[in-house]
Structures are given as C-alpha cells and as structure tokens.
C-alpha cells in the first residue's frame, strides 16, 4: 500500500479555474506538507500541518488554501489558476515536525495550466 | 544566493563506474537528507545524517557528512542502469520545531549500459 498517496496525479486546467489536489498517507504521521518543484525541478515547501494546525505557511499566494480535515489528510485547493502555477506538487509527512524525522513524499500531482 | 549546491548539475557515466554527488550548505546543518527521484514516482529516500563525520551506506550508494556538518557526499559504487534519476540533498537547519527541509537543485544522473 502507498504510504502518501495523492490524487490526482496529473491535470490539465485552464487559467481562471479552481482545482483541488487530495493528499492521504497510512503512516500515522502527526505532520504533512505540501512542497511545489517548479520547471527547474527547484523543490520547494508551501505548507506544512501538525495535527491539523498550520506550522508553515512559506508566503505562498493566499489562492492557494491548504486544508486539513484530519491528520491523515492534507489537500491543496487552487482558486483562480495562473499559467505560474504549473508545476509538480508533491505532499509529504513524518511522525513529527522537529528535527530527526524523516519526510516521506508521494508520487507528485503534475498540474499543467492552459 | 542558493543556500545548498548540488554539484555535478548532471552527469553521464557508463555502467559499472564509480560517480560521487556533492552537496555543500553555506550553513551547519542539523540533518541532511539523501533522496531519489524518478520520472513519475516522486522522491524515495535514500538516507539521513545528523552527525558530524557520520557515514551510511545501503547497497551500493556511500553517504557522508563532513565534520563541520556542511558538506554531504552520495557515492555509488559500480553504477547500474536502476542507479540513473535525480539525486536531491535535503537540508534540515530548523535544529527544532517548525521542521521542513531545503533542497538543492538536484543531480540528474545516467547511466550508459
């Protein structure tokens, strides 16, 4: 079973729309993130959660509202896309947010903006 | 500035040779993470050091931390096709809460059968 999975992996939207990526991991890991690698492949963190609470916001735009309904789950809406916003993101977790513990990433949302 | 060089950006090698990947942060380092990432399966990770002058190994992939905790080489021993992707160093510099890792760009490794 995959320990962070996201959904869904790749998509193909227009400027102006809203979208959601959807993020699950089995682990039991108290902490996820949201990292985007833009077309550099220059991996960056948006967002991270510690038990449903916001740790890190890395001045991302606020069209980009993370949500998470529980600790297993973090998803990632996008209103009003840019062409910018094109990119790989990828959610990530690990038992804790203090330093020693190791960020498990899933597979990536390829989201291509038209 | 970047904060944390990849160096090689890319390299080729032919099957069977050694290659070593280097990753160098401006600053000391509480941790220093080792992943690959493969076109369409995300980052695995590979290994984590914290300790000055640590070294780990898994198979055939080497991974060291100098002793002023801020220099990491990767090294492969007789690469093989399954070895080729991007290798990304990740730095921890949190030393506590608000944990998150800084990555360099990445080494884009292939490997020739």
């Known amino acids: 079973d995959t320990a962070v999975s996201q959904t869904p992996k790749y998509l193909v939207t227009q400027m102006g729309n809203d979208k959601s990526i959807k993020c699950e991991q089995n682990?039991?890991?108290?902490?996820m993130y949201w990292y985007k690698q833009d077309s550099k492949k220059f991996l960056k963190i948006m967002f991270s959660?510690?038990?449903?609470?916001?740790?890190i916001n890395e001045t991302v735009p606020n069209r980009f509202s993370p949500k998470s309904p529980d600790k297993a789950h973090l998803n990632l809406h996008i209103n009003s896309l840019e062409l910018g916003d094109s990119a790989v993101y990828f959610c990530?977790?690990?038992?804790?947010?203090?330093?020693?513990?190791?960020?498990?990433f899933g597979e990536g949302s390829w989201l291509t903006v038209v | 500035s970047q904060e944390l060089e990849q160096s090689p950006q890319s390299l080729i090698v032919q099957e069977g040779k050694n290659l070593t990947i280097n990753c160098t942060s401006s600053k000391t380092l509480y941790g220093l993470y080792w992943y690959k990432q493969k076109y369409g399966e995300g980052l695995i990770f590979l290994m984590m050091?914290?300790?000055?002058?640590e070294e780990k190994s898994h198979e055939k992939i080497t991974a060291k931390l100098d002793e002023k905790k801020q220099q990491s080489s990767l090294h492969i021993t007789a690469s093989q096709p399954s070895h080729a992707g991007i290798y990304l160093c990740?730095?921890?510099?949190?030393?506590?809460?608000?944990?998150?890792?800084?990555f360099g760009k990445g080494t884009l490794l292939t490997v020739n059968p």
């Open positions: 990740g730095a921890d510099r949190s030393g506590g809460s608000n944990y998150k890792l800084t």
């Open positions: 682990l039991g890991h108290d902490t």
């Open positions: 990530a977790s690990s038992q804790e947010w203090i330093s020693g513990n190791t960020i498990y």
């Open positions: 050091l914290q300790k000055g002058g």
């Open positions: 959660y510690n038990n449903k609470e916001l740790i």
